[in-house]
């Protein structure tokens, strides 16, 4: 199980950067053609936005791996400490449901683009694989919340689901 934990890390990180470094090249030869040349295309500007709408979803759940998204902990002050971890774990679970319901949503909405078959304007590509980033991401992210929930990552336990490299 480490070994695929592990894996998937790596993985969502690669992802990641790749897109990021791939955009970034994209963007770069948008702007060098519009200022240089007084030219433009049309891809260039929608490949760009459906790599940051991908991005945005397997990053988001990269940030569970990193403990980086923003938490409101106000509310734990309330709670003794020794009630705090349990209250942790029922909000995790909560948080599982929410990204499980989201994926399965995601995944039929995904589905029925699909189906209809609504091709994007400059690439004359299928929106579906665009709207595919919804369910793949919070997917990832309901698998990393219930790694999560199990390690003991964000209920004050020890294990977490980060490996070290």
Known sequence: MKKFIKAT???EEYFCC????VMLIILTY???LRFL???SNA?????????????????????FLKNAHIKIDVLMNVFPKGMRKYVKKIGLIILICFTA????????????????????MGLKIKKAYVY??????????????ICNLFSGEGTGEEESCQMDY
């Open 9 to 11: 890390d790596r993985l």
């Open 37 to 39: 040349f007084n030219s």
């Open 43 to 63: 891809w260039s500007e929608e490949v760009s936005r459906y790599m940051f709408i991908w991005l945005v979803y397997v990053g988001s759940s990269y940030g």
């Open 101 to 120: 319901f989201v994926s399965v949503i995601g995944w039929k909405y995904t589905i029925s683009f699909y189906r209809i078959g609504q091709l994007s």
């Open 132 to 145: 595919a980033a919804i369910p793949v991401g919070f997917g990832l992210m309901t698998i990393r919340n």
């Open 30 to 32: 948008q702007v060098l």
């Open 18 to 21: 790749a897109l990021l470094m």
